[in-house]
């Protein structure tokens, strides 16, 4: 199976990551930033926040789903805010999503937040409430396994360890253990934003020790649309199955300002 995570950047780059997407043909993939604004005026829409001003494609779900027209969905929201066009407010989604191909079974899952609650009127301070996903597929070659993402918290001051981090990577471990069974191959990705040697790291071990990022070398998951120094967000860690399986952090192309990481388990 190919196993894809992504931040989509609220589909900023839509057009070049749904071409990419297209060609891949991700048999799991795991996506963040996911918005979902149905009956939107217009296909893109702005969100601002911090003085910022940042285009989102307004119904990335279906659009992502009509790229993928055979994939199952589970969308996983976290907050129901405001996004705009112009001066006109426009309520949206936004969480993640988790696409499986037509092969897989699901024969286990567990959807909840590793931070917060569900907000429905609004996103939100930060640290804002984030969710995850984890699910136990069955393929007719591989047997089980079991994959979870979450986009852990952003905090404005920075990627250090706090305690709301590191409570959250406990609940995504527990989580993950709720729904694996024993021997199967484990899969934890996602938008961690912490640093390498974070805590989190430290608490996953119980279900995935080995963080292909770093023990493949690679020096940041992040591309050229992002323009601060610190380079480290993405993450795919591992169990002893998939420790020495093909993998890639893809710097070319660009679909976003988060690197994709690509993982093959046979």
Known sequence: M??????????????????WLAEEQPDILCLQEVVYAPGSPSAWLDYRDDGQNLPQRADMLRDIMRVLPDHGVTFCPAACGTL?????????????????????????????????????????????????????????EEGGVTVGHMHGLRDPNGKMD?????????????????????????????????????????????????????????????????????????????????KDAPFEVVTDPEISDHCPLVLHTA
């Open 84 to 140: 705009w066009l112009g001066e006109r407010p426009v309520p949206a989604l936004w969480g993640l999503a988790t696409f499986l191909g037509p092969e897989l079974t699901v024969v286990g899952q567990h959807q909840g937040f590793v931070h917060g609650d569900f907000s429905p009127t609004g996103f939100g301070p930060h640290p804002r409430s984030r969710t995850a996903h984890v699910v136990r597929v069955f393929h007719p």
């Open 2 to 19: 190919k196993i894809v995570s992504l931040n989509a950047w609220g589909g900023r780059l839509f057009e070049k990551m749904s071409r």
């Open 162 to 242: 706090t305690p709301v981090r590191g409570e959250q990577a406990r609940k995504f471990a527990t989580m993950i253990q709720n729904v694996l069974q024993p021997g199967d191959p484990v899969i934890a990705c996602g938008d961690f934003n912490v640093l390498p040697g974070s805590e989190t790291f430290r608490v996953m071990t119980r279900v995935a020790p080995y963080n292909l990022v770093t023990l493949r070398g690679y020096e940041g998951t992040r591309t050229s649309h992002y323009p601060k120094p610190q380079r480290w967000a993405d993450y795919m860690l591992v169990n002893g199955p998939l």
